[in-house]
């Protein structure tokens, strides 16, 4: 079997709503981040991922949850 790779980037984060570029600051998902990252999940729930991995930054934590 193939092994398929799907990036996803982390959601609205409180910085992008400012405007503001956040590098390797940790930063929080917004009210908004959090909406779009529930509905990332419930689209990609039932696609077999059989392993996520993500950077230690709690806005790309927040979102794989």
Known sequence: ???Q???ETHS???DNERGSATGWHA???SAQGRA???ELGG??????IAAV???DLGRALETAR
């Open 1 to 3: 079997m193939a092994t």
């Open 27 to 29: 930063g929080r998902l």
């Open 5 to 7: 790779i799907v990036f």
């Open 43 to 48: 689209r990609r729930r039932d696609d077999g």
């Open 53 to 55: 991995f993500t950077s």
């Open 12 to 14: 609205l984060s409180e």
């Open 36 to 38: 779009l990252a529930a």
